[in-house]
């Protein structure tokens, strides 16, 4: 059974740092790349940010450039989100997202809420 799950989301002030882990399981993670996106109350599901299959390649959406890092450790079928200076509009859903070419598959999100 194919899974992703997300954790690590919570309530913090601005400012502040939270760091996200998404695991895999049930399909060959070190062969997919790895996405995160967000999606906020009444928008769209946005990119944050992706790593390709070995972990060297990074790439990120220009609001969150400098503040946050991706990273996997595919020993752990692990992937990270580490979100630093944290804004109100970060506050969103987090989701994982894994992708071959063909294949794709999402997490079930984790709630990120920026807020003094």
């Known amino acids: 059974q194919v899974q992703l799950v997300e954790s690590g989301g919570g309530l913090v002030q601005p400012g502040g740092s939270l760091r996200l882990s998404c695991v895999a399981s049930?399909?060959?993670?070190?062969?997919?790349?790895i996405r995160w996106y967000r999606q906020a109350p009444g928008k769209e599901r946005d990119f944050v940010a992706r790593v390709d299959t070995t972990g060297d390649r990074r790439h990120y959406a220009a609001s969150v450039k400098g503040r946050f890092t991706i990273s996997r450790d595919n020993a752990k079928n692990t992937v990270y989100l580490q979100m630093n200076s944290l804004k109100p509009e970060d506050t969103a859903v987090y989701y994982c997202?894994?992708?071959?070419?063909?294949?794709?598959?999402w997490g079930q999100g984790t709630q990120v809420t920026v807020s003094s």
């Open positions: 049930g399909f060959a993670f070190s062969r997919y790349e």
């Open positions: 997202n894994a992708w071959e070419g063909v294949s794709m598959y």
